[in-house]
């Protein structure tokens, strides 16, 4: 049985959290200098591996088998958030490296072919999961025009800065992968509170979005009447409340929402707010719940707009995405595996937040294998996960890997 290094998985993982390390965190936005550094240093990683390596137009960096035969495709994202933690994409990574080194260091395995990747920006620095989208197809020169950062970087001079303008980029038609494995932290609460070691993804879950216009009547705030206002804020709170009272009552049972963005204008204690937004972002597997969210936020609006004071426009803040549903036989070789190492010890299950699996599964079989994250905490500096799972996960995924191929190869 294939057998993976965990020190030196260990020591990988520490070698990449060097590059960008600020704390106990990791700060590496995408094309960023130290992102630039980590891809070329993973180039490198690849190589000595026995990969033929390189880094496409976008960032993508991938490195290729030699040996034939269609091959798995495995890896994550190594770009974080502008405050991120060390495992975040980073795992998968290192995961997919350690595994094409162990799969060459045994006799039975040496000959499989298993390439390994670290996409591009799946954080959204540009544009969420850019890398994996370039790969499907599904980022267009269309989809470049007037693209920047949240501080007004351009992606095109970003590029020109990482030495990338007019670099070939990958694209899947020019690939015959069986399908992409990627492993992640959870960034979730439910694998440590049920003690739990490994999780198989069964489905990424699909995600909606509003934003909310308020639009009512600045004035001031000692002279203008209760009954006679047209309060922006209180028509937004009016609407919060709704949503947070309303949505538990169609909700699924690991539904998600989330108003992360409020604005009230002109923002003094002493003005009644004129204007306002509110944003709005839920996630469920079941396509039937984002229609009831989407059904409620209707019927609020309506009330809210007819209570005669602040009035309130929803729009869609994003296209809706779909849920993402595994590959059925993917997930049996990787449940047959954790039940190998962690008898017991894992279970199947949903994913949360969003991955470069959700968009690679659009053209080829996907499936995803999770590890505990401490505290359920990620996208934050004290995002940590034990040792112990770092290597049994990796060998989980090692051992679902070659399971994958020598079926495929009958």
């Known amino acids: 049985m294939v057998e993976i290094n965990g020190e030196r998985l260990l020591q990988d993982l520490r070698a990449l959290r060097a590059m960008g390390a600020t704390g106990t965190g990791v700060v590496r936005p995408a094309l960023s200098e130290m992102d630039m550094t980590a891809r ?85 620095r540009f544009y969420g999961c850019l890398g994996s989208r370039s790969f499907c197809g599904d980022f267009g020169a269309e989809a470049e025009l007037d693209l920047a950062d949240k501080d007004g970087v351009a992606f095109s001079d970003a590029l020109a ?9 990958l694209a899947a038609a020019d690939h015959n992968y069986l399908g992409f494995l990627e492993a992640h932290i959870e960034q979730g609460p439910h694998l440590e509170a049920d003690g739990l070691r490994i999780g198989i993804v069964e489905s990424i879950v699909g995600l909606g979005g509003m934003v909310f216009t308020f639009t009512g009547q ?11 206002r047209k309060d922006a804020a209180a028509a937004l709170y009016d609407l919060a409340h709704g949503i947070n009272e309303e949505f538990p009552k169609v909700a699924g049972a690991r539904s998600v929402w989330t108003m992360g963005r409020a604005l009230l204008r002109p923002g003094a204690p002493s003005i009644v707010p004129g204007s306002a937004e509110l944003e709005l972002q839920y996630r469920d597997v079941d396509p039937a ?94 995002e940590d996960s034990h040792d112990e799972d770092i290597i049994l996960g990796c060998q989980v995924l090692a051992t679902g890997t070659a399971a994958i191929l020598a079926a495929a190869a009958g």
């Open 161 to 169: 800065q990482a030495g990338l303008t007019n670099v070939p980029r």
């Open 40 to 124: 070329r240093w993973l180039l490198a990683r690849y190589q000595e591996a026995g990969l033929k390596a390189h880094i496409d137009g976008v960032g993508n960096v991938l490195g290729q088998s030699a040996n034939p035969g269609p091959a798995l495709l495995l890896g994550s994202h190594s770009d974080t958030q502008p405050t991120g933690g060390w495992l975040d994409g980073a795992l998968g990574v290192i995961y997919a490296l350690e595994v094409v080194r162990a799969l060459a260091e045994d006799p039975a395995t040496k000959d499989l072919a298993v390439d390994a990747i670290s996409w591009q920006d799946e954080e959204s």
């Open 289 to 382: 719940v984002l229609d009831r969210f989407e059904a409620v936020v209707r019927r609020l609006v309506a009330e809210v707009n007819g209570k005669g004071g602040a009035t309130v426009e929803a729009m869609p803040s994003r296209v809706r995405i779909a849920a993402a549903h595994m590959d059925p036989g993917f997930q049996q070789h990787l449940t047959q595996a954790a039940e190998l190492h962690a008898p017991g010890n894992w279970t199947p299950m949903p994913s949360g937040a969003f991955h470069d699996a959700g968009v690679v599964s659009t053209v080829m079989p996907c499936a995803m294998l999770f590890i505990p994250s401490i505290g359920g905490v990620s996208h934050d500096f004290a």
């Open 218 to 228: 600045q004035n001031h705030a000692g002279t203008t009447m209760m009954a006679g």
